[in-house]
């Protein structure tokens, strides 16, 4: 006698589909998809594929009976009720996996898998009527590009307005909604649902970055946000912002195409926590330190960190109202935040463009004592004229850069004389927050 499923709180859901050896689509990028959008994931394998980013070199369909006993085995233990499919290579899965779709009641999000990214057919010819006829009407959406959209509704897809007529055809098929995913054509994705013969824009711009497993990448997106009770729109929205965040945050693997990397915006928000964790032990031990106060300029002092990779402002944490001297002691004008010193993140981002691990950054008060004391301790030093900063130039962008192309690498140091109206200036550079801020500590009790 079969249990009843075990219930939960957190959305299960399943992947049916292909393989990646080279860890990027399929099954791959459906579980990381899942991780990263914190549901259970869940999978039936349906072909062993010899992959990586430069092509599909063999496939090794599993026997019909095996994708249904693992189905079967998920299914008779947990409470799933939204699946997707993607690599279903033969007549003979595409058949077997309906037939489980209506056996369990499966809410399924189908992507008609043709061909792989980096290329390579998954999906044979005679396979593709069966998934049509059997498959496709138990479906609530399915997911197809441009190209994969044009051979189910047996016309050309080409321009938005193509995309209308494949969506609508698609949907007389049975489907209850069809997302016709814009990367191959202007970057904008259509929805069409046919209860209420409704038409959807959602507008995107093309973003550089790895594509491969992209398409599983945006399904399995789907198939989370509406196990999570999302709306279709809702859904179709996010899954697309997934995605865009997915292409930009790949990372080279490969000679061919990249993968996208589902986890990239995880991984940034475990980043942008350490990060801030990191600066507000900073800002402790310098406030701690009564030393540290006599090294404060005129100005106040600021200190930042950037996460790994840091494109911009919002990337690079600071004190959002500066560190100033109050009684003899060092303290901290409002919260560390990101964006909230353009100053001390110029020097960040300049100096990440020559060494990625150069990652944070504090200015101190200029003195010859204080670059007497640095050259003792043995820190690199270099340094910028500000008479010589070119018209429209922001200060901290070139003047850090001038001062790294003297030196042949980031120093530890880099100061300015200063010019009229302008304090001068020393910067500690480091690979985090705290150690900027030891070596500040380091230099002030020196000075004592």
């Known amino acids: 006698m079969t249990e009843e499923p075990l219930t939960t709180k957190n959305p299960i859901v ?11 689509a399929g099954i791959a990028a459906d579980l990381k998809t899942f991780a990263a959008l914190g549901v259970h994931g869940t999978c039936a394998i349906t072909s062993v594929t010899a992959q990586n980013t430069t092509g599909v070199l063999e496939v090794f369909d599993l026997p019909p009976a095996a994708v249904a006993s693992q189905i079967d085995a998920v299914c008779a233990d947990m409470d799933v009720k939204w699946a997707k499919t993607g690599m279903l290579a033969s007549s003979e899965i595409v058949r077997e996996v309906a037939k489980e779709v209506r056996k369990h009641e499966l ?25 049509i006829e059997e ?16 051979t189910i509704a047996g016309v050309p897809v080409k321009t938005p307005e193509d995309a209308k007529i494949a969506a609508r055809k698609i949907a007389d098929l049975g489907v209850e909604a069809v997302v016709v995913t814009g990367g191959h054509l202007d970057a904008t994705d259509l929805l069409y649902e046919t209860g209420s013969d409704t038409f959807t824009r959602i507008p995107g711009t093309f973003v550089k970055g790895g594509t491969h497993g992209s398409g599983c990448t945006y399904s399995a997106a789907m198939t989370a946000f509406l196990a999570c009770e999302k709306s279709l729109e809702a859904a179709a929205r996010e899954s697309k912002n997934f995605v865009v965040q997915a292409i930009l945050k790949s990372r080279p693997a490969g000679r061919g195409v990249n993968p996208v990397n589902p986890l990239g915006a995880t991984l940034e928000e475990k980043e942008r926590y350490l990060a801030l964790r990191n600066l507000k032990e900073a800002v402790s031990i310098l406030e701690e330190n009564l030393d540290f106060s006599k090294l404060i300029p005129e100005v106040g002092c600021n200190i ?4 790994p990779g840091a494109g911009g402002f919002e990337d690079v944490a600071a004190v959002e109202g500066r560190i100033m001297r109050h009684r003899g002691r060092a303290v901290s004008v409002g919260c560390v935040d990101f964006g909230a010193s353009r100053h001390v993140a110029r020097i960040i981002l300049s100096a990440l463009r020559y060494d ?73 550079l480091g690979t985090n927050a705290v150690e900027v801020a030891k070596l500040a500590v380091e230099l002030a009790e020196k000075l004592q």
């Open 135 to 150: 498959l496709l009407p138990f479906c609530k959406v399915t997911t197809p590009n441009a190209s994969e959209a044009s």
């Open 107 to 131: 809410s399924l999000v189908l992507d008609p898998v043709m061909a792989a990214e980096a290329g390579g057919d998954l999906l044979r010819k005679e396979a593709l009527s069966v998934l």
């Open 14 to 24: 399943m992947t049916i589909a292909g393989s990646d050896s080279g860890g990027g």
């Open 304 to 307: 930042g960190m950037a996460i």
């Open 356 to 428: 990625p691990e150069i990652r944070a950054a504090i200015n101190v008060k200029y003195s010859e004592r204080s670059l007497s004391a640095c050259r003792e301790t043995g820190l690199s030093i270099s340094s910028f004229d500000r008479a010589e900063e070119p018209e429209n130039a922001s200060t901290m962008d070139w003047g850090t850069a001038e001062a790294i192309k003297k030196y042949g690498s980031v120093p530890k140091v880099i100061y300015d004389k200063g010019d009229a109206g302008k304090e001068p200036m020393i910067r500690l």
